[in-house]
């Protein structure tokens, strides 16, 4: 296949183009940037110039391609304004409607990208790929609810949702916790710290993205998850070795002041499991697991 691939140049994007490459299809990657165009060049993929504000570009690389994997997700808007957030969650829904008007009417697949959290129902329960509420509060639903949309319209969507993704320079939220650590000169975590967030290495996703654009099976959502659910207090423990500061706990009001924006995320319990996915695509992540890529992490100078 012709894959149309955005956020090619981001951390999991850049594991996609590998990915897709060496099982043998081509890949059109999304870039802004001279330096982005350089680095697809590289790894063998097409350089396609555009970006998420421009509905565009987005129509015309996916009318280009037999597929499309949307992984693209403006990053910004965390630990600088997370007030933001919001709009960049309907940004990604204005993009998944420019895709979608490019492949509606074929049988083409359109992968898009959410979250675990979208498929917690029960409190303290995994989250499960079968559910979704358009009414959840995370503002992140709006990538599902636009892939709905665009799917009623005749386009063959599915979605891959994200935990904490993870290798030893970078692991989704958890690197703005390594921030706030070495900012505040503690590692902490909320009340006992069990609350527990899910996880997977990189190249363990990038190979779901691959398997869940080849079977292509309209309406499926997979959970991209190698471990349920990481507690967070073992999160903080590897983190204030690693930076060699204390590690301590907080309440809930001692964690706004901490964790700032983070603090909405750092006492969620939200474990997800994957045994959909697997048994749908054969999908058995191999990867480290979490805290080995913690322990892994080149942590620099220690804070002192």
């Given at each position: 296949m012709r894959v149309f691939l955005t956020g090619a140049t981001g951390f999991i994007g850049s594991a996609i183009v590998p990915e897709l490459i060496n099982a043998g299809h081509q890949v059109l990657g999304l870039t802004r940037s001279d330096a982005g165009a350089e680095s697809l060049i590289a790894a063998g993929a097409e350089v396609h110039r555009g970006?998420?504000?421009?509905?565009?570009?987005?129509?015309?690389?996916?009318?280009?391609?037999?597929?499309?994997?949307?992984?693209?997700?403006d990053h910004s808007a965390f630990?600088?304004?997370?007030?933001?957030?919001?709009?960049?969650?309907?940004?990604?829904?204005?993009?998944?409607?420019a895709l979608g008007d490019a492949l509606r009417g074929s049988d083409r697949p359109l992968v898009i990208t959410s979250g675990t959290g979208m498929g917690n129902?029960?409190?303290?329960?995994?989250?499960?790929?079968?559910?979704?509420?358009?009414?959840h509060p995370n503002p992140r639903k709006a990538s599902e609810v636009a892939g709905a949309s665009v799917a009623e319209r005749g386009v063959n969507v599915l979605v891959v949702r994200l935990p904490q993704v993870?290798?030893?320079?970078?692991?989704?939220?958890?690197?703005?916790?390594?921030?706030?650590?070495?900012?505040?000169?503690?590692?902490?975590?909320?009340?006992?710290g069990l609350n527990r967030w899910p996880a997977a290495h990189v190249l363990d996703v990038a190979r779901l993205y691959r398997?869940?654009?080849?079977?292509?099976?309209?309406?499926?959502?997979?959970?991209?998850?190698?471990?349920?659910?990481?507690?967070?207090?073992?999160?903080a423990e590897v983190v204030g070795r690693g930076l060699k500061v204390p590690v301590?706990?907080?309440?809930?009001?001692?964690?706004?002041?901490?964790?700032?924006?983070?603090?909405m995320f750092a006492g969620f319990d939200m474990p997800a499991s994957s045994a959909q996915t697997r048994?749908?695509?054969?999908?058995?992540?191999?990867?480290?697991?979490?805290?080995?890529d913690l322990e892994q992490m080149c942590w620099g100078e220690a804070v002192t």
């Open positions: 970006n998420l504000e421009d509905p565009g570009s987005l129509r015309s690389g996916a009318a280009k391609s037999d597929g499309v994997i949307h992984c693209a997700f630990g600088n304004d997370f007030s933001k957030f919001v709009g960049v969650c309907e940004q990604d829904g204005h993009a998944i409607e129902a029960v409190p303290g329960q995994p989250g499960t790929e079968d559910y979704f509420d358009p009414n993870h290798d030893t320079v970078k692991q989704g939220l958890i690197t703005y916790a390594v921030k706030v650590a070495r900012e505040k000169r503690a590692s902490a975590y909320i009340g006992e398997l869940a654009l080849e079977k292509h099976e309209a309406g499926s959502r997979y959970n991209a998850v190698a471990e349920e659910g990481v507690p967070m207090r073992e999160i301590v706990s907080l309440s809930q009001q001692e964690a706004q002041a901490h964790f700032d924006w983070l603090a048994q749908r695509l054969g999908w058995r992540p191999t990867g480290p697991g979490l805290i080995a």
